[in-house]
């Protein structure tokens, strides 16, 4: 059964950057897209980045646009999310998710697995 394992949260100072990292056991992350979520304390679940199988088609939620980058090593089985410019905002738990839908080049819906989350955390 696939399993994904998130790592590389943790505290550091607004403007600061971080990376995080998925670890996916099993070949479906070869060819399925991936994505990277995030819940913030008292709210829902919200999209943050996918990335198709080969990486030919990217998108990135709204807030994160410019300052953030996901990539994959599909050699590793290992999806990556730098996040730069942090901001108090983005403090939130990052969850990884396998083979969201993307439609028309956009992200349209999660995937129905998950990895258990990491948390991360910006200091103003």
């Known amino acids: 059964q696939v399993r994904l394992d998130e790592s590389g949260g943790g505290l550091v100072q607004s403007g600061g950057s971080l990376r995080l990292s998925c670890a996916v056991s099993?070949?479906?992350?070869?060819?399925?897209?991936m994505g990277w979520f995030r819940q913030a304390p008292g709210k829902e679940r919200a999209f943050v980045a996918s990335?198709?199988?080969?990486?030919?088609?990217?998108d990135y939620g709204d807030s994160v646009k410019g300052r953030f980058a996901i990539s994959r090593d599909n050699t590793k089985n290992v999806l990556y999310l730098q996040m730069d410019n942090l901001k108090p905002e983005d403090t939130a738990v990052y969850y990884c998710?396998?083979?969201?839908?993307?439609?028309?080049?956009?992200?349209?819906?999660?995937?129905?697995?998950w990895g258990q989350g990491t948390q991360v955390t910006v200091s103003s």
């Open positions: 998710n396998l083979a969201p839908i993307f439609e028309r080049g956009r992200f349209a819906k999660a995937g129905a697995v």
């Open positions: 099993g070949r479906e992350f070869t060819w399925s897209a």
């Open positions: 990335i198709s199988w080969n990486g030919a088609m990217i």
